[in-house]
């Protein structure tokens, strides 16, 4: 079995449901003394964290990801659901005068977010987490305490493990040194399209460069689709179609997922980026993130049914 090395956040979800629209209760003219509250309709606690939520999918894909993180002394039940779901916690580093990681998550009915989030034992100096560990065959770094991001882009490049780089939240932690750094080192970057945009301003290149620096970039458009660019080409994913769209937070985490079973795979990056798009879905179709399921038979049904093509999990 491959060995996929999960770095990234690792919190417990606190997401709420806003039956109206930001937009109307936020005068752009007094965004300056900005005061507002909004009535929750519905509020759900669960497990997440961008590392939780990529090891999560994997698992539904039927991989047992190596899941690197910090926690704090309140992880048990969290630890138990993992547990459960076959992934392995043995590089998960548990601080006990800390809390786990928490976000607070607010959606309107444009699936716009407003989120607030306690760092808990995310923002611990650990950086050992990566050390003995062997013949891995790909890693991802996903959002999390920005110094030991740029640890796991020296070991990785160091111990020659091809990774992805998912700055995503971060970019604006990360100093521009080290967001060249890892892109330079990356085997593949993902980010959404006003990620990749802050990636240009911030480290002062053009999106030519940027495309020509990594081997496989992704730039997800929410429900548009995505684009995958390598080789000076572009490889445009069409959505697929959700049944519904009840909450569309972990739809990213969702995405990565399928990308990297497509990339250890082998498999064109067509089917691998339609794969990703459609697992996300299935997260947007649930409230919370580590909340959908789905088996191999399910998930190769609706991938005929999007994109009339066949696909073997």
Known sequence: MKKILVSGSIAYDRIMNFPGFFKDHILPDKIHMLNVAFYIQKIDEGFGGTAGNIAYNLSLLGIKP?????????????????????????????????????????????????????????????????????NVDLAIIAPDYEKRMIAYVKAYKKLKIPYIF????????????????????????????????????????????????????????????????????????????????????????????????????????????????LISVYTVEKYGTQTHRFTKKSLQRRYKENYKDKIVI
């Open 66 to 134: 190596v899941l690197l993180g910090c926690v704090g002394e309140d992880f048990s039940q969290y630890k138990e659901w993992l547990k459960k779901n076959n992934i392995d916690i043995s590089k998960v580093k548990q601080f006990k005068k800390e809390r786990t990681a928490s976000a607070y998550i607010i959606t309107d009915s444009d699936d716009n977010q407003i989120t607030g989030f306690y760092p808990g034992s995310l923002d611990t100096d650990y950086t050992k987490i990566v050390e003995k560990i062997k």
């Open 166 to 277: 998912d700055p995503g939240q971060q970019l604006t932690s990360l100093r521009p040194q080290d967001i060249l750094l890892a892109i330079k080192s990356a085997m593949s970057v993902v980010c959404n399209d006003y990620e990749a945009q802050m990636i240009i301003n911030k480290t002062k290149i053009n999106m030519k460069k940027f495309i020509n620096m990594v081997k496989i970039l992704v730039i997800t458009k929410g429900s548009k689709g995505s684009e995958i660019f390598t080789k000076g080409k572009v490889v445009k994913i069409p959505p697929a179609k959700p049944k519904n769209t009840s909450d569309p937070t972990g739809a990213g985490d969702a995405y990565r997922a399928g990308l990297i079973k497509g990339l250890i795979e082998g498999w064109p990056l067509e089917k691998t980026g339609r794969l990703a798009g």
